[in-house]
């Protein structure tokens, strides 16, 4: 009878970091093998048919989205009696989600304004939180880096008002969240406890009060 096909790894799988890197391991076969499976971001200069007992190298570059990865090289005999296949498996993790604002919050008289800040992120995003007083553009969802811009229509009213916006990652890993608060002044308010007094003829003192929200 021939000789039984034997196929072996030293290692059955590797995990990397987002920043990746490079690690080999042993092939260990008595006869002809091939391998199989790499995907385009994984480096491999291994011819895929070999024989015998090889050193495997390859590299794994950094991962530049917030979403992990993974990949299964298929090692298999090609001569001999019945195959041998052994797998070998690459994992890798994606980056940790980041979100921060440029402004976490900005002030307005009563009059009407226009703010604007930026949103930065290695992920998708989205935003809620919107009232009727404040207009804008902005989509709900976007993704990255984005310049984030808003309105305030006059506040006619005696009592100030705000509102937060909420901004959060809406991409794989863990969630972050940041908030943009908005605040606006009330309308001026100015009224006398008088609007009038007569005097007689004769020297008099008369007094009321001005009642006002500003100066």
């Known amino acids: ?59 794994v570059p950094s991962n530049t989205s917030t979403s992990s990865r993974s990949a299964t090289l298929t090692f298999t005999t090609t001569s001999g009696g019945n195959a041998a296949t052994r797998t070998y498996r690459i994992t890798q993790s994606g980056l940790i989600p980041t979100l921060s604002l440029t402004s976490s919050s ?38 990255g880096n984005q310049s984030f811009s808003y309105s305030v229509s006059p506040n006619s009213s005696p009592s100030s008002r705000s509102a937060t916006l909420t901004f959060t990652t809406t991409g794989p890993g863990s969630t ?24 007689s003829a004769a020297s008099g003192s008369y007094g009321f009060t001005v009642n006002s929200n500003t100066t």
């Open 1 to 59: 009878s021939g000789l039984v096909p034997a196929l072996t790894l030293s290692a059955d799988g590797r995990g990397f970091s987002s920043a990746g890197g490079n690690y080999s391991f042993t092939v260990n076969s008595n006869t002809n093998w091939r391998w199989s499976g790499k995907p385009s971001w994984v480096t491999a200069n291994e011819s895929t048919s070999q024989s015998g007992n090889q050193s495997f190298s390859y590299s």
């Open 106 to 143: 900005h002030d307005f008289s009563a009059a009407s304004g226009s703010y604007g800040f930026t949103v930065n992120s290695n992920t998708t995003w989205r935003w809620s939180g919107r009232p009727s007083w404040v207009s804008t553009g902005e989509s709900t969802s976007q993704t």
């Open 176 to 199: 972050v969240t940041r908030t943009h608060r908005i605040t606006q002044d009330p309308a001026p308010t100015l009224s006398l406890t008088s609007s009038s007094r007569d005097f």
